[in-house]
């Protein structure tokens, strides 16, 4: 078509007029929501709260006919607030003004952080209304891991260990054996790819085979000090034109080990120099020295990862009904578990059983709020490219990622909202940006320019 590329500006303003609408128009009021809360942050002392929803009948069809894990077309964003002062009491508010105007739920699911938990507490105060208060399983298993590990100092030497190991080999050839990172908040949701490499590590050890970090073999003195022990010393003897020299791999080595020994002696002693001068293996030895000489048998702990990852698989695809606590103790029980990893499973029995007697009979409820947290990510993934990472207008985007952008639903809301429409909520609900203010303080606008000359008008006499 005969028309230049929109700037990125207007496809921008666009973009914000359409979240705006999604977060504006999500249908008529309703009494039967189940609501998934959660807070984020930035930089900045203002927190994002945000609210999605789905109508129970929603919910119970999906469960019939998928799994009872949500996508995020399948909720709705009912509020995004950005939240100066928060605590339960400011918590207690918005809810209740949320609730007055879509409609108050059946059900919260949140991670059940200190604020959330005191202001979802308050809310269901009132005893005419009926409220689950469901602890979202992924962060509840998680806090039970973290009460388990932190205080088991062999656990967290290995940790600690692990991250100094990560930093060591960031610019050397062992580099694509770097472990994992760490978390730095909520550190216990990500244990079982520390753990399975942690295995793996100790896995390519035992292989022998370290051509991937190098192929060169070499003799050196600390080659001969690994073998001279071993070695008798005519044979050392017979290799000292070695001294010094490297070669491009095994077998090289190898065949100059032939040269300069007879048949019996290279039978002998021959893997083990070859082995010795394995410079591969040397690198590998010297980085992993840590984990070599006193590794920590990560089979309980594994046993325990295994059984929150059983449990947020269940409850994640399942739901939360009244004998959850039981099916999954009866699905856990041939697992073979020492006498302490016994008792993690009937704590984690436990927190199940807490959320699931909370459920009336023959129903089944939402256990998790992973999708929000998806959301979240999704969100940050595009945030992080600002230079301030703040709580900004680009928070209109969670609203687009759970809609589906028809034809039809983009010139609906492009003929609704206005440019000025998000500049008033952005007024409303953000304030001035942290990038409005810096600029203010950084780069004032001083009017210090005079005029070079001007013509002065004459009066004639």
């Known amino acids: 078509m005969p028309i230049g590329t929109p700037s990125f500006s207007s496809i921008r303003q666009w973009l914000l007029r359409v979240g705006l609408y999604g977060l504006e128009h999500h249908g008529p009021k309703r009494s039967d929501w189940i609501w998934i809360i959660d807070l984020t942050v930035e ?20 469960g019939l006919t998928h799994s009872c894990s949500l996508q995020h077309q399948d909720v709705t964003v009912l509020a995004i607030e950005v939240l100066e002062t928060c605590n339960g009491t400011v918590i ?31 809310y269901a105060q009132p005893p005419a209304r009926e409220l689950l208060q469901t602890y979202d399983v992924t962060h509840a298993m998680a806090c039970l891991l973290k009460h388990t590990l932190q205080d088991d100092s062999a656990f967290q030497q290995f940790l600690s260990h692990c991250h100094q190991c990560r930093q060591h080999l960031q610019q050397t050839k062992l580099s694509f054996l770097r472990p994992p990172a760490q978390r730095t908040k909520a550190r216990y949701f990500a244990l079982e790819s520390l753990l399975d490499w942690a295995q793996g590590v100790l896995c390519y050890y035992q292989q022998g085979d370290f051509s991937l970090i190098t192929t060169a073999h070499g003799w050196d003195e600390k080659t001969l000090c690994q073998v001279i022990e071993t070695v008798d010393v ?49 690198e590998f030895e010297h980085k992993f020295h840590w984990w070599l000489t006193q590794p920590l048998d990560l089979t309980p702990y594994a046993q325990r990862v295994r059984l929150v990852m059983r449990a947020n698989q269940y409850l994640k695809h399942h739901g939360l009904n009244h004998h959850s606590h039981t099916h999954f103790a009866e699905a856990t029980a041939d697992m073979a578990l020492s006498p302490d990893i016994e008792a993690f499973r009937a704590k984690v029995i436990a927190v199940i059983e807490q959320e699931a007697t909370q459920i009336p009979p023959g129903q089944t409820w939402l256990a998790t709020s992973d999708v929000i947290e998806s959301l979240f990510g999704k969100y940050k993934l595009f945030s992080q490219r600002s230079p301030l990472k703040e709580v900004g207008l680009m928070i209109l985007t969670l609203p687009l990622c759970t809609v589906d952008l028809t034809t039809a639903l983009v010139k609906q809301a492009l003929e609704t909202v206005r440019g000025i429409d998000v500049a008033t909520w952005a007024q409303q609900t953000l304030g001035p940006s942290m990038f409005a203010q810096r600029r203010a303080v950084l780069n004032p606008k001083i009017d210090d320019t005079e005029v070079a000359w001007k013509i002065v008008p004459t009066i004639p006499a």
């Open 43 to 62: 930089l900045g002392p203002a927190k994002c709260w945000v609210v999605l929803g789905i109508a129970q009948a929603d919910w119970q069809q999906h």
């Open 92 to 122: 207690e508010q918005t809810l209740e003004q949320l609730g007055q105007r879509v409609g108050h739920p059946l059900q919260i699911v949140s991670d059940h952080g200190c604020d959330l938990k005191s202001g979802i507490k308050r």
């Open 234 to 282: 005519p044979t050392l003897t017979r290799l000292a034109p070695l001294n010094g020299q490297q070669y491009a791999n095994r077998h090289a080595f190898s065949q100059m080990l032939h040269r300069l020994l007879t048949p019996e002696p290279v039978e002998q002693f021959g893997p083990l120099i070859c082995q010795a001068a394995d410079l591969g293996r040397r």
